[in-house]
């Protein structure tokens, strides 16, 4: 049997791979237990969650400590976060009155004109830390370029939402300038995490939809240059040789066109109970790297380990036929999935 990395690289180039091999993020106590073989809170944590991911995974983003519940900490904008075990959120943004936000957007854009890229050193620390990890993950592939769209930064690690509508409806022209000053920030970013050799994936991140429908109109996606960001970054990741990964929670099927001519390789995590059909994205979309898709609202959760096996096996069976499959959870793996199911899940595949 091929190793994860050979794995993914016939995946992701389109043949077809002697097992599909498994994408997911572990934020589960007893599924990193099981597969580390030790519990949190009796040594190294990290090595915890690296030792089950290692043990389970070919492929992931995250390796996860969990935190202390009702935990705080302030970040460099100001804003007050606030963490359960295994999640965080912005409790209280650092601004509540749009004049301080249009403060801080023009300071943001002056750093960013007179910002340098990274230097030699910085990329050779970079790497030897990318390259130390990959020594403890074995053949497990980090996938550590995870650039934002521009608009996910504003709306969701900045501002909010409802700042961000403010924003947009009084101070366009401003809001505009600062989503391309994020942009030129994250194509700095993508040429020092970008390296072939120690990853051959980027995955961009950007929450642009709810349930059944996208967070913004087409017309706004086009105004704000959601598309032309990015295939900025797609060319940008590219040029490193990289596939690319487009993850957004929620339903984004009438965008996908778009997405595609901007240059994404691939989806995730394909919500089932947002209305993505993994199916349905197959037939559409035969050239797409499809990565998720095990429904994790109601199937894993709730579902008998012979559901959970018969469903996996379908997926398998029917969009990973020739390959561009990385099968996992829709979302990410939480405490809510009982370690049975993951187990049904996990043996299913491992069939081949």
Not at 137 to 144: H, K, S
Not at 167 to 172: G, N, P, Q, S
């Amino acid at each position: 049997m091929k190793n994860s990395k050979a794995l993914i690289n016939d995946v992701i180039n389109g043949k077809t791979p002697e097992r599909t091999p498994i994408f997911d993020l572990l934020l589960n106590d007893s599924v990193i237990e099981h597969f580390s073989g030790k519990r949190f809170g009796e040594g190294d944590d990290f090595d915890v969650s690296l030792t089950a991911a290692r043990n389970t995974l070919d492929a992931t983003r995250l390796i996860a400590l969990p935190n202390i519940d009702g935990a705080t900490w302030t970040d460099g904008i100001g804003n007050i976060w606030e963490s359960a075990r295994w999640t965080s959120w912005i409790k209280k943004h650092a601004f509540s009155d749009i004049e301080r936000w249009k403060k801080y957007i023009h300071e943001f854009i002056d750093q960013s004109e007179a910002a340098s890229d990274y230097s030699d050193e910085e990329k050779d620390s970079t790497l030897a830390h990318h390259t130390d990890l990959n020594s403890k993950l074995g053949e497990t592939i980090f996938i550590y370029c995870t650039p934002s769209a521009a608009i996910n930064t504003a709306c969701f690690s900045c501002c909010g939402l409802e700042m961000f509508s403010y924003l947009w409806a009084d101070e366009r022209e401003l809001t505009l300038r600062w989503l391309r000053a994020i942009e030129k920030s994250t194509y700095r970013y993508i040429n020092l995490m970008a390296n072939k050799n120690t990853s051959p994936l980027a995955m961009i991140y950007s929450d642009v939809a709810y349930k059944n429908r996208l967070m913004f109109s087409k017309d706004m996606f086009n105004e704000i240059g959601f598309f032309e960001d990015i295939a900025r970054i797609c060319d940008e990741c590219h040029k490193h040789g990289l596939k690319v990964i487009f993850h957004s929670d929620g339903y984004i099927m009438d965008i996908i066109p778009e997405l595609i001519s901007a240059g994404i390789d691939g989806l995730n995590p394909i919500e089932r109970a947002a209305g993505m059909d993994i199916y349905q994205i197959r037939r559409k979309y035969p050239n797409l790297i499809l990565v998720g898709g095990v429904d994790v609202t109601h199937l894993l959760p709730f579902g008998a380990p012979e559901e959970v096996r018969k469903e996996t096996r379908n997926i398998i069976n029917e969009t990973g036929f020739d390959g561009k499959l990385l099968i996992g959870s829709s979302t990410e793996l939480d405490n809510s999935i009982p370690l049975e199911n993951y187990l049904a899940f996990h043996d299913e595949v491992l069939r081949g």
